[in-house]
Structures are given as structure tokens and as C-alpha cells.
């Protein structure tokens, strides 16, 4: 069955400082895999995605993931946060006809 | 990309009673999908709604609570029926473009008291 794992519930970091949220899937073909942002009292957008091909792939916002195979995972990272970045992210799994999202990591940005 | 509508954005409803919420977006779509957020939780998607066919609800959703209609490439609507405290959630609904990313709108946010 498909399952998306986010281990970390919050993550603390200070504003310019690096950032990765972590995301672990299970599937049993090669997934298409995604990334939102769910700032408060919004709706979701896409950060990016992962369908095939180069897998380190660039987003919106300055953010990046890189799919790896081998540890099912599929990691976001930023090199410098802003206060703005502040938010709930959620990454996901999908085929054509569903996604599966994991439980989000609520990210927090000390000034 | 895809820009999604949805009305109400917020509603505030008695139990017992119940609330038809739509979605429209701004192309033909063959895919409309609804979702549930209960707070600080992530999303669940109630069930998948295609135009011209019934609505594909996933386990623990039936069509008696949440019906849904479908009348063309760009409109939906989804009701929650017979509320209870327990379905004050936001409400939310994604298409799929050709390039399988989903886009949501901003959501309904249900308040059942």
C-alpha cells in the first residue's frame, strides 16, 4: 500500500539558516512524488515535483529535492530560509488517480 | 497550472443540517478530487469525481454523507449532509492537470456547532 512518512512533526531553524524536511515513501512502482506548502489559513501549492529523469529537482521558492531510490526518500531542502518560509509542508505520493499526503512537518523560523 | 475557486470559504452550520460547497476552476479538467483536513491534521481525500460518472469515494466515506455532483469539465460540488461536530474540517478540492500535478483550491473551512 502507499504511505508517505514525514518523521519530523516541527522544525525549529534560524532565519538564512539551511533547512531539510525529511519524507520517506512506500510504493510499489516508481512513484510520482511532490511537495507542497500550506501557509496559515491557506490552501496547498505546489513546490515541486518528481516524475522521472534528473533526480534532483528544483521547485519554486528556492527550494530543492532529490528522489533517492535506494532509501525511498525524497528529501526538500533550502540553502538560506526566510521568516516567510514559515508554514506546514507536506510531501506526497501519487499515481494518476490519487495522492497520498504524508502528516506534514510544521515548520517554525527563529529571527 | 490551474486557478480553483471554491464558495463558501467559511461557514459556521448547525448540526443536523447540511452544506453544499463548490468548486470551479478556470479549465476543462477530467479529474476533480475532494479532500478533508481536520485540524492540524494532513489531508484525506474523500473521493474522485469525474464528469459523467459517479464519484469513486475512498473507504470510510459514503455518497449518503458526502454527495457528490459533476455536472461538467469545470464545476463541482461536494455536500456534507446531516453534520456533526466531528465534520468541522476544511473542505478542499484539487484537479489534475495532463501533467498529473494537482492544484487545490483555498478551501472551505466548516464549522459545525
Known amino acids: 500500500a502507499q504511505s508517505v512518512t514525514q518523521p519530523d512533526i516541527h522544525i525549529t531553524v534560524s532565519e538564512g539558516a539551511s533547512l531539510e524536511l525529511r519524507c520517506n515513501y512506500s510504493?510499489?512502482?516508481?512513484?510520482?512524488l511532490f511537495w507542497y506548502v500550506q501557509s496559515p489559513g491557506q490552501g496547498l501549492q505546489l513546490l515541486l515535483k518528481?516524475?522521472?529523469?534528473?533526480?534532483l529537482v528544483q521547485g519554486i521558492k528556492g527550494f530543492e529535492a532529490e528522489f533517492k531510490r535506494s532509501q525511498s526518500s525524497f528529501n526538500l531542502r533550502k540553502p538560506s530560509v526566510h521568516w516567510s518560509d514559515a508554514a506546514e509542508y507536506f510531501c506526497a505520493v501519487g499515481a494518476r488517480d490519487k495522492i497520498i499526503f504524508g502528516k506534514g512537518t510544521r515548520l517554525h523560523i527563529l529571527p | 497550472s490551474a486557478v480553483i475557486s471554491q464558495k463558501p470559504s467559511r461557514d459556521i452550520c448547525q448540526r443536523g443540517t447540511s452544506l453544499t460547497i463548490q468548486c470551479q476552476v478556470d479549465?476543462?479538467?477530467?479529474?476533480m478530487f475532494w479532500y478533508r483536513q481536520q485540524p492540524g491534521q494532513s489531508l484525506t481525500l474523500i473521493a474522485t469525481a469525474n464528469q459523467g460518472s459517479e464519484a469513486t469515494y475512498e473507504s470510510g466515506f459514503v455518497i449518503d454523507k458526502f454527495p457528490i455532483s459533476r455536472p461538467n469539465l469545470t464545476f463541482s460540488t461536494l455536500t456534507v449532509s446531516n453534520m456533526s461536530p466531528e465534520d468541522s474540517s476544511i473542505y478542499l478540492c484539487?484537479?489534475?492537470?495532463?501533467?498529473?500535478?494537482?492544484?487545490f483550491g483555498p478551501g472551505t473551512r466548516l464549522t459545525v456547532t
Open positions: 479549465s476543462q479538467v477530467t479529474m
Open positions: 484539487s484537479v489534475e492537470m495532463p501533467s498529473h500535478e494537482q492544484y
Open positions: 518528481y516524475f522521472s529523469g534528473d533526480t
Open positions: 510504493y510499489g512502482a516508481t512513484p510520482y
